[in-house]
């Protein structure tokens, strides 16, 4: 069984930093994409970034780009979301999610439940 596990959120002032986790089991870590998405309270699924299975590879969203970094540690099968600068808009609940191949499609088959994120003052 798929299982994808989010930590790593909480409340953070503007202008902090928090890193989340996703940790996956039921499958071979290694050989996929996986990729964090958002949803802010009222709004739509916005999707993070990506990165591809050997951690090469990473793409961001523009609200995001120059201040989130995704990585990855296949022996540990855990994905990584690095925040910094954060915004009041960054309030979400964030997920990781996973592709269906190797290279990031943004075609994910299996979510995590999400980890709230706040930023607030």
């Known amino acids: 069984e798929v299982q994808l596990v989010e930590s790593g959120g909480g409340l953070v002032q503007p202008g902090g930093s928090l890193r989340l986790s996703c940790v996956a089991s039921?499958?071979?870590?290694?050989?996929?994409?996986m990729s964090w998405t958002r949803q802010a309270p009222g709004k739509g699924p916005e999707w993070v970034s990506d990165?591809?299975?050997?951690?090469?590879?990473?793409t961001y969203a523009d609200s995001v780009n120059g201040r989130f970094t995704v990585s990855r540690d296949n022996a540990k099968n855990t994905m990584y979301l690095q925040m910094h600068s954060l915004t009041l808009e960054d309030t979400a609940v964030y997920s990781c999610?996973?592709?269906?191949?190797?290279?990031?499609?943004?075609?994910?088959?299996?979510w995590g439940k999400g980890t709230q994120v706040t930023v607030n003052s």
């Open positions: 999610s996973k592709d269906v191949s190797s290279g990031a499609t943004k075609e994910c088959d299996y």
């Open positions: 039921g499958f071979t870590f290694s050989d996929y994409a």
């Open positions: 990165i591809d299975s050997s951690g090469d590879i990473t």
